[in-house]
């Protein structure tokens, strides 16, 4: 284990912005409360709370890798309407203390999942009800269909 330093260091903040995660054109990931990690020369990772992030789409694999820093990070594979985003999600399950703040949060490959970024007090929808009501371009919903509000009109 290699504690962060002025030759390597890592600093965490929350991100001010509300950031969605997009697999497809779907939104995965919708949350205010992502923190930003700067690591070394390193593009800064935004890391999603679990519960921002639409889990039912992850699939666990058995991909693992090693950070000196950070520890051991494990993956998912995003799967959404037949497509396949192999090992685009990493979390670090039992980080070492000096990242403790990102443990269990997900982060995304840019290359596979869009991070957009929106102003904090735009209105921010509930994931599930985000998926759940989604259209695949299929014409239907991912989930089940809200109830109807109107009646069917006489024959």
Request: charged letters at 25%; hydrophobic letters at 35%; one cysteine or more.
């Amino acid at each position: 284990m290699k504690i962060p330093g002025p030759d390597h260091p890592i600093t965490i903040t929350h991100n001010p912005k509300r950031l969605r995660a997009l697999y497809q054109g779907h939104v995965i990931a919708d949350s205010v409360g992502a923190l930003n990690l700067k690591e070394a020369g390193y593009k800064a990772v935004a890391y999603f709370p679990r519960e921002d992030v639409a889990m039912d789409f992850l699939s666990r694999t058995e991909r693992r890798t090693y950070c000196p820093y950070k520890g051991e990070a494990s993956y998912y594979s995003v799967v959404r309407d037949g497509h396949l985003a192999e090992n685009a999600v990493w979390t670090y399950e039992d980080p070492y203390p000096a990242v403790e703040t990102i443990r269990n949060l997900v982060a995304f490959y840019p290359d596979q999942v869009e991070i957009e970024e929106l102003d904090a007090d735009d209105a921010r929808a509930d994931i599930a009800d985000v998926i759940r009501h989604t259209d695949s371009g299929a014409g239907v919903s991912q989930l089940e269909h809200w109830p109807s509000n109107v009646e069917a009109p006489p024959p």
